[in-house]
């Protein structure tokens, strides 16, 4: 059975930062390509920032300089985090695990959810 189970989330002051991990479980987690993907109310989910099997890392444009992806095939962890968060950040965070870089379809297996409240 795959688990994905995030953590980190809460409420921050715009500017502020927080760290979300994402530890999996039930795959070979080094040949899963990963990501965070974030969903606000009335809003479509969309992809926040996406991690290669190998290394490789992607980024919406909104997060570019201020998110960073990384993971650690070791410990079957993803983690994201997230500086300078502004009030659009506010959204609940998903931990996604797929094999395939096709980053716009929304596939694989999901995490829970992590709510990221920003407060001004």
């Known amino acids: 059975q795959v688990q994905l189970v995030e953590s980190g989330g809460g409420l921050v002051q715009s500017g502020g930062s927080l760290r979300l991990s994402c530890v999996a479980s039930?795959?070979?987690?080094?040949?899963?390509?990963m990501a965070w993907y974030r969903q606000a109310p009335g809003t479509q989910r969309e992809l926040v920032a996406g991690i290669t099997s190998g290394g490789r890392t992607n980024y919406a444009d909104s997060v570019k300089g201020r998110f960073t992806i990384s993971r650690d095939n070791a410990k079957n962890t993803v983690a994201l985090q997230m500086n300078s968060l502004k009030l659009e950040d506010t959204a609940v965070y998903y931990c996604n695990a797929r094999r395939g870089t096709m980053w716009s379809a929304l596939r694989g297996y999901w995490g829970q959810g992590t709510q990221v409240t920003v407060s001004s």
């Open positions: 039930g795959i070979i987690f080094g040949i899963y390509d």
